[in-house]
Each structure stands twice: as C-alpha cells, then as structure tokens.
C-alpha cells in the first residue's frame, strides 16, 4: 500500500509559478514509478506528466510545453511538480499517482494509488 498526499496548490494570477508537492508513505518509494494527473470542471482527467522510479525517465503531456517540470527525491519520499507561466487554462484539481511504470501513468490505465488532489486556480 502506498499513501500519497499532495500540497501547494492554491490562487495564483496568470504567468505566476507554483509547485506541487506529493508526500508517499507506506512503501518502498523508488519502486513506484510518480506522476501528475489534472481534472478541470466538466472536463475528464487528464495526463500530465510523469517520472520513473529514479528520476531518470521523464514524460509531459504536449499542453506543458516545457512550462512544468517533474523531479523526486527518493531520500524523502516526495515528487514535485515545479509549474511556470500558468494560464487560467491550467486550472483544475492536480492528482497524484503511482503506478509500477511511467507507461501505466502516461495512458491512465491501471494506476495504482491516488492522492486526494489538490486545487491549482489561476485568475486570468
């Protein structure tokens, strides 16, 4: 089992940065590979970005445009997700995930564990 907790979401203006935190617990962190899920209002969830279990294989969703960038610190069980240039279009609930591949994360097909998510509004 492995429990995540996201934090760092919140208000922010357009072009403002903000950074994701997701705390894991409960299991050998660097086996699971991380990633970032978003869901906006009346939209279905989508995939963001992703990070192998040593940080040595990265995936983003073409809508980041090298604006986010996803790390992890395996000594302290936690991934970040560092967001720059943020649009109103960014704006949904961010979900944090672990799944055994970065493949399973980047399709959303059969991921393992969620977080409860955490709000990200940026005002325009």
């Known amino acids: 089992q492995v429990q995540l907790v996201e934090s760092g979401g919140g208000l922010v203006q357009a072009g403002d940065s903000l950074r994701l935190s997701c705390a894991a617990s409960?299991?050998?962190?660097?086996?699971?590979?991380m990633g970032w899920f978003r869901q906006a209002p009346g939209k279905e969830r989508e995939f963001v970005a992703a990070?192998?279990?040593?940080?040595?294989?990265?995936h983003y969703a073409d809508f980041v445009q090298d604006r986010f960038t996803i790390s992890r610190d395996n000594a302290k069980n936690t991934m970040y997700l560092q967001m720059r240039s943020l649009k109103p279009g960014d704006t949904a609930v961010y979900y944090c995930?672990?799944?055994?591949?970065?493949?399973?994360?980047?399709?959303?097909?059969?991921?393992?564990?969620w977080g409860q998510g955490t709000q990200v509004t940026v005002s325009s």
């Open positions: 409960g299991s050998t962190f660097m086996n699971y590979a």
């Open positions: 995930v672990a799944a055994r591949s970065t493949y399973i994360i980047v399709t959303m097909r059969g991921v393992d564990y």
């Open positions: 990070i192998s279990g040593n940080g040595g294989n990265v």
